[in-house]
T-cell receptor
Framework: RKEVEQDPGPFNVPEGATVAFNCTYSNSASQSFFWYRQDCRKEPKLLMSVYSSGNEDGRFTAQLNRASQYISLLIRDSKLSDSATYLC??????????????FGTGTRLKVLA | DVKVTQSSRYLVKRTGEKVFLECVQDMDHENMFWYRQDPGLGLRLIYF???????EKGDIPEGYSVSREKKERFSLILESASTNQTSMYLC??????????????FGPGTRLTVL
C-alpha cells in the first residue's frame, strides 16, 4: 500500500462547480498535512496546510479525518484558473529524528468553460 | 520573497557521465531536499539535508549522492548517469522544526535527459 494515495483523475468539471478530492495516508503517526498545487511544467506551491479542526481559505476548504486517515480538499465555485494538479502531502519521521514529507501522486483537475 | 534556484532548467547528458545538479536558496533554511518527479509516480525523495554537512537518504537514494558544504547550497550528484535517471529533478527548502509543520519552497526544476 502506498503511504499516500490519491485518485489521479482527471476530474473534469464545469466552471462554477464544486469539486472535492480525497487523499488517504497509511501512517497513523503523521502530524502535518498539506495540499500543494502544481501547474503544468511548474514547481509545486503550497495551497494550504490542513489543521485538525479543518480550515478554509476563500473558496478552498480542507478537512482532516484522523480516525479514517484521510484528508480532503473542497473547491467551491471552480474557476478556469483552478485547473492544475493537486498534491496531497503528509509528514513522516525520518531516521535522524527530523521530518520528511511524503507526496501523493496528485489529482488532476480540469475546469471547463 | 523566498527563492530557490536550480542551476539548469534543461540538461542532456550521456550514459556514464557524472552529473551535478545545483540548488541554492536565499532564505537561510536549514532543510533542503532533492526529489525526482516522474509521471504516475509523483515526487519521490532522493536525499535531504537538515544542516551543513548532514544528509539523510530518502526513498530512492541508489545511484545518487549529495553534498552540502554551505547552508544555502545543496548539490545532487549522479555518479554515473543512466537512462533510468531521466526525470524532472526538484529541489526544495524549508525551515527546520521538530514537528514537520513547515512549508517547502521548490525550485523551478531541472529536466534531465540521459541518452
Amino acid at each position: 500500500r502506498k503511504e499516500v494515495e490519491q485518485d489521479p483523475g482527471p476530474f473534469n468539471v464545469p466552471e462554477g462547480a464544486t469539486v472535492a478530492f480525497n487523499c488517504t495516508y497509511s501512517n497513523s503517526a503523521s502530524q502535518s498535512f498539506f495540499w500543494y498545487r502544481q501547474d503544468c511544467r511548474k514547481e509545486p506551491k503550497l495551497l494550504m496546510s490542513v489543521y485538525s479542526s479543518g480550515n478554509e481559505d476563500g473558496r478552498f476548504t480542507a478537512q482532516l479525518n484522523r480516525a479514517s486517515q484521510y484528508i480532503s480538499l473542497l473547491i467551491r465555485d471552480s474557476k478556469l484558473s483552478d485547473s492544475a494538479t493537486y498534491l496531497c502531502v503528509v509528514n513522516g519521521r525520518a531516521t535522524s529524528g527530523t521530518y520528511k514529507y511524503i507526496f501523493g501522486t496528485g489529482t488532476r483537475l480540469k475546469v471547463l468553460a | 520573497d523566498v527563492k530557490v534556484t536550480q542551476s539548469s532548467r534543461y540538461l542532456v547528458k550521456r550514459t556514464g557521465e557524472k552529473v551535478f545538479l545545483e540548488c541554492v536558496q536565499d532564505m537561510d533554511h536549514e532543510n533542503m531536499f532533492w526529489y525526482r518527479q516522474d509521471p504516475g509516480l509523483g515526487l519521490r525523495l532522493i536525499y535531504f539535508s537538515y544542516d551543513v554537512k548532514m544528509k539523510e537518504k530518502g526513498d530512492i537514494p541508489e545511484g545518487y549522492s549529495v553534498s552540502r558544504e554551505k547552508k544555502e547550497r545543496f548539490s545532487l550528484i549522479l555518479e554515473s548517469a543512466s537512462t533510468n535517471q531521466t526525470s524532472m529533478y526538484l529541489c526544495a527548502s524549508s525551515l527546520l522544526d521538530n514537528r514537520g509543520y513547515n512549508e517547502q519552497f521548490f525550485g523551478p526544476g531541472t529536466r534531465l535527459t540521459v541518452l
